[in-house]
Each structure stands twice: as structure tokens, then as C-alpha cells.
């Protein structure tokens, strides 16, 4: 099984909601990552839990909050996004974060913010 | 820091062979990775290059030059279905995070 889940698919969210996108793997991966992409441009990381330990964190604003509750489902929490936070959000798992240059996504969340 | 650098969009009819070229500076460099994405869909993994030389899966290979900072994806016997964007990618400094090219569309005609 090399399928990565993502719920929703599609998320429509007011300005002061709070909302959370859930990611689940049971390949056994011990890595896992969330991506923003904007149309027409390169997945942008945004964070790695390796070990279910968060280890890398790139500048995300804080409206954006990962959790990974155990090594099969990694969770983010979205609260006062803004428009321009408008994306499809993915998730992606690899064999371990050493090896993180073969990752496995998710069909990712559509995420509109009005 | 990193960056790599590949065209922004290629065009070639069906049964074509197509080259995807990709060069990159990093700061340390483990291999190149390519991944093909669909419209509306996710990245998938196409191959890895760690050495230097051509991998050959299928249809498509992948080509990299350590000496050149450059690699490339070769497509042969284009079908309709390769219409997609096609990313390279190579690992962060510290090898656990990877760091995508802006992306090639590529649009195949019959």
C-alpha cells in the first residue's frame, strides 16, 4: 500500500474559522511532510515531522499548527487564516527523513479562504 | 542556499522523445529527484539519481552530471497522457528536506 490519505478534499473557511486538515500513511514511514502549493508553482515545504518530532519548521506563520499524533497521522490546524492562505495544501510521507528524496503525497486539500 | 533551474514549458506531439533539463546550485548536493504532477492532482515520484550516469525506468529516464551541476528527464514514445508538469528536486543541506524546481509544463499534441 503506497496510498497517502488527505481529508477533506475541498475546504471552503471564513476568516475567523478554525479548521483542521487531516494526512494519514500506513506504509510505515517515518517521515511526514505539509506542503502549500499555489497554481502554477512548486510544492513549498512548510514542515517535516521526522520520528513524529517536529524538525523542520520554515517560517510558518503561526495560524498554521502541525501535530502529529502518531507515526501513521499528521494533522494541521488552521485558525484566522487570510485569502491569500487560498492553496492546495499536501501531505506527503517518506521512508525516513534521510531518505526524504523519494516522498509520497496525498491528492491534497483544496483550501479556500473567504 | 539552493535553487535549480529548468525551462517553464515544452511542447512536442505523441510518439516524440522529449529532454527536461534541469541545473542546480546547492550548497551540498545528495542526487536529483524528479516528480510528475498532473492538473488537479499530487507529485508523483519518477526517479532519484544519486551517481552520476542515466536511470532508466520505462519510457523515461534520468540523466545526471555531478561535474556540471545539470541533469535532465528524457521522455520517449510521448503519449498523450505525459501532458503534465514535471519538477526536479534535490535535498536541503541537511539532507532531509528536498527543495523543487519551479517546474516544467509540457504539453504533448497528436
Known amino acids: 500500500d503506497t496510498e497517502v490519505t488527505q481529508t477533506p478534499k475541498h475546504l471552503v473557511m471564513g476568516m475567523t474559522n478554525k479548521k483542521s486538515l487531516k494526512c494519514e500513511q500506513h506504509m510505515g514511514h517515518r517521515a511526514m511532510y505539509w506542503y502549500k502549493q499555489k497554481a502554477k508553482k512548486p510544492p513549498e515545504l512548510m514542515f517535516v515531522?521526522?520520528?513524529?518530532?517536529?524538525?523542520i519548521n520554515e517560517s510558518v506563520p503561526s495560524r498554521f499548527s502541525p501535530e502529529c499524533p502518531n507515526s501513521s497521522l499528521l494533522n494541521l490546524h488552521l485558525h484566522a487564516l487570510q485569502p491569500e492562505d487560498s492553496a492546495l495544501y499536501l501531505c506527503a510521507s517518506s521512508q525516513d527523513s534521510q531518505l526524504s528524496y523519494e516522498q509520497y503525497f496525498g491528492p491534497g486539500t483544496r483550501l479556500t479562504v473567504t | 542556499g539552493q535553487s535549480l533551474e529548468q525551462p517553464s514549458e515544452v511542447t512536442a506531439v505523441e510518439g516524440a522523445i522529449v529532454q527536461i533539463n534541469c541545473t542546480y546550485q546547492?550548497?551540498?548536493?545528495?542526487?536529483l529527484s524528479w516528480y510528475q504532477q498532473h492538473d488537479g492532482g499530487a507529485p508523483t515520484f519518477l526517479s532519484y539519481?544519486?551517481?552520476?550516469g542515466l536511470e532508466e525506468t520505462g519510457r523515461f529516464s534520468s540523466f545526471l552530471s555531478r561535474s556540471d551541476s545539470y541533469g535532465y528527464l528524457l521522455l520517449q514514445e510521448l503519449q498523450m497522457k505525459d501532458s503534465a508538469s514535471y519538477f526536479c528536486?534535490?535535498?536541503?543541506?541537511?539532507?532531509?528536506?528536498?527543495?523543487f524546481g519551479k517546474g516544467t509544463t509540457l504539453s504533448v499534441s497528436s
Open positions: 528536486a534535490a535535498l536541503n543541506q541537511a539532507g532531509t528536506a528536498l527543495i
Open positions: 546547492t550548497s551540498g548536493f545528495y542526487g
Open positions: 515531522y521526522s520520528y513524529e518530532k517536529l524538525s
Open positions: 539519481n544519486a551517481l552520476d
